[in-house]
Nanobody, 128 residues
Framework: QVKLVESGGGEVQAGGSLRLSCAVA????????MAWFRQGPGKAREGVAS???????SYADSVKGRFTISWDNAKNTVYLQMNSLKPEDTAMYYC??????????????????????WGQGTQVTVSS
């Protein structure tokens, strides 16, 4: 079992920044692929970014150049740094984890169906 706890959400004006954290309560979590998803009001859950045990990252086109996923092994924590936020980034953000093949495509890495372990979510609201 992998326990994930997100934090860091809040309300920010357009153009601002937030950093989300996902604390991972699981030994050997570096063998897992970690990802951030989001779900806006009335929208399907979409993959935002992923990072694997080797540090390879993938991003949705909508956040490339603005969001950065990273992890701190010493703190067992995965981060999502979000810069240049837009009102359309408003959503509940979820952290997810699972063991995925190193050969997984970007579509697989950013698909909610690929992950069995989820956090409770943290709300991000971007005002114009």
């Amino acid at each position: 079992q992998v326990k994930l706890v997100e934090s860091g959400g809040g309300e920010v004006q357009a153009g601002g920044s937030l950093r989300l954290s996902c604390a991972v309560a699981q030994s050997s979590y570096q063998s897992y692929c970690m990802a951030w998803f989001r779900q806006g009001p009335g929208k399907a859950r979409e993959g935002v970014a992923s990072i694997d045990g080797d540090g390879s990252t993938s991003y949705a086109d909508s956040v490339k150049g603005r969001f950065t996923i990273s992890w701190d092994n010493a703190k067992n924590t995965v981060y999502l740094q979000m810069n240049s936020l837009k009102p359309e980034d408003t959503a509940m953000y979820y952290c997810a984890a699972d063991r995925l093949s190193p050969a997984s495509t970007v579509n697989t890495l950013l698909s909610s169906r690929s992950y069995n372990y989820w956090g409770q979510g943290t709300q991000v609201t971007v005002s114009s």
